[in-house]
């Protein structure tokens, strides 16, 4: 019999492929179309950010048409006067070049003379001693060597003749392609301000009809979202622009206007653009002024403009940011500079935010939400749970900690501490944890719970010691506006209390013990005289604790995946030997057949099934509450 051919590639490498393959794919397609994508992102955007303008003036009455045709040639008078205006200052700059030469050969000879004698000087001596070295290394010249040397070489030239189309050409396209890209831009942005709603209707009818609901409002979730964070971004480089050409035109600096505008565009490079629009302006300093008290001044203002927009505009106008995260930027601004150049280096970041928004609403892009978001790739739970599987029960701890600063304990317990008890429990069933590495998570999973707890009694005293400062407060109030205080009179007789009495049975291992010390924990009833089983106690000792503490209710707790059968023998055997016996069963978690656990527990003569530890605390509480007795007077006969 033929054995079976063995395959050319492994299932992994071939569900992988088509991925891989359709990667490069788009990455070819976007590199190759670039001169087209670019003037299409840019349009886009730009749409984008004048949409709002639009939308306001044709509510106010004015024509769509109209209004895309105001809008469009204000924006393109803008940019040319803008554009006039620093090309203006650069030429300028270029023509006075000359007259600063002094102050920068200045420069270079203090600059000289701070480095005589110093290790610069020692390592311009060692560099001109390892030259003449090399010079004196050479081999005498061969006469083969020296006939070549003596060869001139020939070069073949080609009668110019007439002026041909192909000079022409290659003589004008680099003027005419930014014109043409430019015009491209201007003519896609005013037929995307005139037919927004068609574009939007054909890309509704694409999605299909069955999605009109929810293509509608991602698309205009989107839109509002893109073109708010255009504007603000917008908004904020223009400020910080104009701020940057004040500054430096009241430190003296020449040029201003076009530094100002330098670092309103280099400002759309996340982190480093504003520090590389003030290398010129330093660079202007240093030429206009002898003294670096000028260049200083620069470098300071810079700096305290970029720590105000970053650290105070910035958060106040994104609210909770941009929505995408820090690490993820820069490898977008990394990727778009080296697909799309200098172009792609400006518009990484709202290409990014774009791209953001996307996914968040469009289901097949859900990835790039995750991959470049700023939302947690993981839920509390599994962070949680991760943070234990990695033996990282400090950071486990923190995320515990941070939940519970909003929520009360026992949701804590319910949604970190308890499903990852569960959790290890399937993994050690489907082997892929081990024992040691199950009762070293318990245990960190038992510090954590206790350490949850301790906090939380610490600020139940806090709060405690608060009220009272405030009830002493306002007695003394009371005494100075001439009230009776609060603490007058006769105090009321302390109600009696009947103790009650609970039997806790952790049904198999260490966890659930550990669930055993957060039902204990999160009960606040100070009524309640807890019995705590040893998990190694057996039957007859069980039996025997119960005969003499007797309970006014047992509990069973057995944390699924597993231990059914263990808790219902358990209790079949409890109910068998004291029939009144109130028992109570914690099955927190998901069971794998919850309906057949109940009816079979309730065969067994289990008076309550509960899936959660609210649950089970709630029962304590309430059987604790129902045996307080009224309150006894001392003057009754």
Known sequence: MARPATPLVSPQWSSALPLLLGTALVLGFLSWARPVLIPVALAILVTFLLSPLVTWLTRRGVPRALAATMVTLTALAVTALVGWSVMRQVGALVESYPQYERNINAKIASLRWVGQGGTLERARNVARKVERQLERADVEETPEKADVRRARPVRVVEDPGPFRLAEFWSFSVPILAPLAAAALVVVLVFFMLLGREDLRDRFIALMGERQLAQTTHALDDAGSRISRFLMTQAAINAGFGVVVGLGLFLLGIPFAPLWGAMAFVLRYIPYLGPWLAALLPIAMALLVEREWSAALGVLALYAAAEGVTNLLLEPLLYGRGIGVSQPALLVAVAFWTWLWGPVGLVLASPLT?????????????????????????????????????????????????????????????????????????????????????????????????????????????????????????????????????????????????????????????????????????????????????????????????????????????????????????????????????????????????????????????????????????????????????????????
Not at 420 to 428: C, N, S
Not at 519 to 527: H, I
Not at 583 to 608: L, M, T
Request: proline share 5%; charged share 30%; glycine share 6%.
């Open 353 to 637: 935010v774009c791209l953001v928004v996307l996914g968040r609403h469009a289901p097949n892009l859900r990835f790039l939400d995750t991959l470049l978001g700023d939302k947690p790739a993981l839920e509390p739970r599994q962070r949680f749970y991760q943070r234990l599987l990695a033996r990282d029960y400090d950071e486990a701890a923190e995320v515990a900690e941070t939940l519970g600063e909003t929520r009360p304990l026992v949701e804590v317990y319910e949604q970190l501490l308890i499903p990852a008890l569960g959790d290890m429990r399937e993994d050690v069933r489907l082997g892929r944890i081990d024992d040691v590495g199950a009762d070293a998570m318990t245990g960190g999973v038992r510090e954590i719970a206790d350490e949850l707890a301790r906090l939380k009694s610490v600020r139940i005293e806090s709060d405690g010691r608060e009220e009272v400062t405030r009830l002493e407060k306002q007695d003394k109030r009371d005494i100075r506006e001439g009230r009776e205080p609060r603490a007058a009179g006769t105090p009321e007789a302390p109600a009696i209390v009947a103790r009650t009495r609970i039997f806790v049975i952790p049904s198999r291992d260490t966890v659930d013990e550990a669930a055993v010390a957060m039902l204990v924990a999160t009960v606040d009833a100070t009524s309640i005289d807890w019995e705590i089983a040893k998990r190694s106690q057996g039957s007859h000792e069980l039996i025997a604790a119960i005969t003499e503490v007797r309970p006014d209710l047992v509990c069973v707790i057995s944390l699924p995946p597993g231990g059914f059968t263990h808790a219902r023998a358990l209790c079949v055997r409890l109910k068998g030997r004291f029939p009144k016996l109130a028992i109570a069963v914690g099955r927190w978690g998901k069971a794998e057949d919850e309906s057949r656990e109940r009816e079979q527990f309730a065969a067994a003569g289990v008076e309550r099934v509960d899936t959660t530890l609210f649950g089970t605390a709630d029962l304590c509480t309430r059987l604790a509450e129902s045996r307080a007795l009224p309150a006894v007077s001392d003057t009754t006969a």
